[in-house]
Structures are given as structure tokens and as C-alpha cells.
T-cell receptor
Framework: GAGVSQSPSNKVTEKGKDVELRCDPI?????LYWYRQSLGQGLEFLIY????????KSGLPSDRFSAERTGGSVSTLTIQRTQQEDSAVYLC???????????FGQGTRLTVV | DQQVKQNSPSLSVQEGRISILNCDYT??????FLWYKKYPAEGPTFLISISSIKDKNEDGRFTVFLNKSAKHLSLHIVPSQPGDSAVYFC????????????FGQGTTLQVKP
């Protein structure tokens, strides 16, 4: 597609449920990033993919968070046993290589009730 | 320990005047610097970048200045327009790290008509 696509755009889930967020990067982009932005906060790095591997997953807040990328394209971010503090906007970005500008999707607004 | 800092949470300027947004970083190994603009309920949009081999890059009303000795970069917008009102994030790529983008906390710019 023309840009980075994220789905769903909004997700409301009950505490304790698992959620899966999807990111379709720009075709041909090898680098893919996940960030989150909590209310009133900046952009918090979660994980970075180069191809299908994740050289840096240092930002994942806990072992309830995991991400994968298949075929060097689509990525999913999974949050298990969601907590209220997981409520945030989850942003995905992709770039042609690891040292060029990254382009962001619109984000998924996750609300845990 | 924040590696990228935007010390001004907000800035207000009059339409037509210059807006200057500042960003400081800690690691002299960082070699690629970017500015993003973010409107509410949208993902960040890439604005302008600069590599460490330059000290200035200009694109229309936007100019980024890099002072490597001070580990400081700034974004100048002139003339400022009401549509420039948004949150501005600086971001850095590090040559020695895994390629992830590290963001500052953001500065909210308000341009008054």
C-alpha cells in the first residue's frame, strides 16, 4: 500500500484478555518499529525489526508483550493478560533501511477496561 | 536515562514569526537526526532530517541546525503558520546501535493567528 497501515484503529478490551495488533509496513521497507504513546507522554520505543529478526526488543515492558514479523512484511504485536496500564496508542513505523526516515501508521488506540 | 531531551514542553509564537524548537542528545555516536510533527489522533509525520556530516539542512520554511560539539539540534520554522500548531518530536539514529529511532518527549507548538 501507499503508507503504513495499522489495524484495528481502535480496540477496547477487558482486563486480562489478550489482544493482537497488526502492522502492514510500506512495501519494500526492511526496518519496522513499534512504539507506544500513553496519555501525555512521549513516544516509547518497544521493539525494532530488521527483516524478520528483532535486533532490539529492549523496550518491551514485560513478558506479556511479544511481537513477530513474518515474510519481512506484516508484524503483529501481542499483549497477553492486558492490564489497564497497557492503555495507550500503539504506533508502527517502517523505513527503507535502518538509517533512513521512518514513516508511521495512524496507530491503534488500545483501551483496557 | 533519556538520551534525547526536548526541555521545552510547549512553545507559543505569533503567526509570521519564527518558531525555534530545541533538542539535546547525550551520545556523540548518534549520526542521523530527524524531526517529526504530530497532530492529535494521527501518527507522527516525517518533516526533515540531517546527517552528522552536515550542520544545516533546509526545506522550504523548515531548517534544521546541528551543533555536534554541543550535541544540540534545532528546528526553525519561518514564517510560522497556524497550521504548524502540533507536537514536534526530535529523533536520533545511532551508528553503533541496532538502528532504532530514539525520540524526545515532544514540544507542543501553538502558532497564534
Amino acid at each position: 500500500g501507499a503508507g503504513v497501515s495499522q489495524s484495528p484503529s481502535n480496540k477496547v478490551t477487558e482486563k486480562g484478555k489478550d489482544v493482537e495488533l497488526r502492522c502492514d509496513p510500506i512495501s519494500g521497507h526492511t526496518a519496522l518499529y513499534w512504539y507506544r504513546q500513553s496519555l501525555g507522554q512521549g513516544l516509547e520505543f518497544l521493539i525494532y525489526f530488521q527483516g524478520n529478526s528483532a535486533p532490539d526488543k529492549s523496550g518491551l515492558p514485560s513478558d506479556r508483550f511479544s511481537a513477530e514479523r513474518t515474510g519481512g512484511s506484516v508484524s503483529t504485536l501481542t499483549i497477553q493478560r492486558t492490564q489497564q496500564e497497557d492503555s495507550a496508542v500503539y504506533l508502527c513505523a517502517s523505513s527503507f533501511s535502518s538509517n533512513t526516515e521512518a514513516f508511521f501508521g495512524q496507530g491503534t488506540r488500545l483501551t483496557v477496561v | 536515562d533519556q538520551q534525547v531531551k526536548q526541555n521545552s514542553p510547549s512553545l507559543s509564537v505569533q503567526e509570521g514569526r519564527i518558531s525555534i524548537l530545541n533538542c539535546d542528545y547525550t551520545n556523540s555516536m548518534f549520526d542521523y537526526f530527524l524531526w517529526y510533527k504530530k497532530y492529535p489522533a494521527e501518527g507522527p509525520t516525517f518533516l526533515i532530517s540531517i546527517s552528522s556530516i552536515k550542520d544545516k539542512n533546509e526545506d522550504g520554511r523548515f531548517t534544521v541546525f546541528l551543533n555536534k560539539s554541543a550535541k544540540h539540534l534545532s528546528l526553525h520554522i519561518v514564517p510560522s503558520q497556524p497550521g504548524d500548531s502540533a507536537v514536534y518530536f526530535c529523533a536520533v539514529h545511532g551508528s553503533g546501535n541496532t538502528g532504532k529511532l530514539i525520540f524526545g518527549q515532544g514540544t507542543t507548538l501553538q502558532v497564534k493567528p
